[in-house]
């Protein structure tokens, strides 16, 4: 199999974007994504595991504003549902599953305050396989020990505002990413 890098990724999703734009794009950058998590020595190549702690960006582009990242790995985690703020964000697992949920509102889509939500779609994404989220779409992710996922972003999300979502509670809140602990 011909090795696809980081950089040939990079490469492509300005090309797509150029042309497509991210929106229309985004579906061709996913593919590209499933075939980065196809390269065996991914991990090997791009990330050195004496310093990981959970997360480590692998490659940017300046013109797209594009970040390869990877996280997991270690123990499993699960986030409450959210969104990425006015990032398109796409999800890869390396190795092991991630349970995804896609929610939609039920209500005005506030920033702040009451929120209702509905699960509209749950499945399991796969090693190998990568699932978009194109800009405010709202979702979850389960992951067990020892999960390697990759997250395509579109933007650099970890330093947007974006809206995180209580079930128990019913509500809807700004995480201001910037500001997280760590
Ligand atoms: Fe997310």
């Known amino acids: 199999m011909k090795s696809y890098t980081v950089d040939d990724f990079l490469g492509d999703a300005r090309r797509i974007v150029r042309e497509h734009g991210v929106r229309d794009g985004l579906e061709s950058i996913r593919k590209n994504t499933e075939r980065l998590l196809g390269q065996p020595d991914l991990l090997e190549t791009y990330v050195n595991m004496d310093e990981y702690k959970g997360h480590t960006v692998i490659g940017q582009d300046p013109e797209t504003d594009i970040y390869v990242i990877v996280h997991g790995g270690r123990k499993g985690g699960t986030s409450p549902p959210h969104d990425h703020g006015p990032c398109s964000v796409i999800y890869g ?3 092991g599953h991630t349970l995804m949920r ?6 005005d889509g506030g920033s702040e ?6 699960m509209a ?5 796969g090693a190998g396989e990568a699932t978009a ?6 979702h979850s992710i389960d992951y067990p020990d020892g999960a390697f996922f990759v997250r ?6 970890e330093n947007q505002k974006t809206r995180r979502f209580d079930l ?3 509500i809807v809140e700004i995480d201001d990413r910037a500001a997280r602990p760590g």
């Not at 779609?121 to 994404?125: A, G, K, L, M, P």
């Open 121 to 125: 779609r749950e499945y399991t994404v």
């Open 113 to 118: 305050g009451p929120a209702s939500l509905k």
């Open 152 to 157: 395509v972003t579109v933007g650099d999300v």
């Open 93 to 95: 697992n390396f190795t």
């Open 168 to 170: 128990e509670r019913g």
């Open 133 to 138: 989220f194109a800009e405010g779409d709202i």
């Open 102 to 107: 896609r929610w939609n509102r039920l209500d």
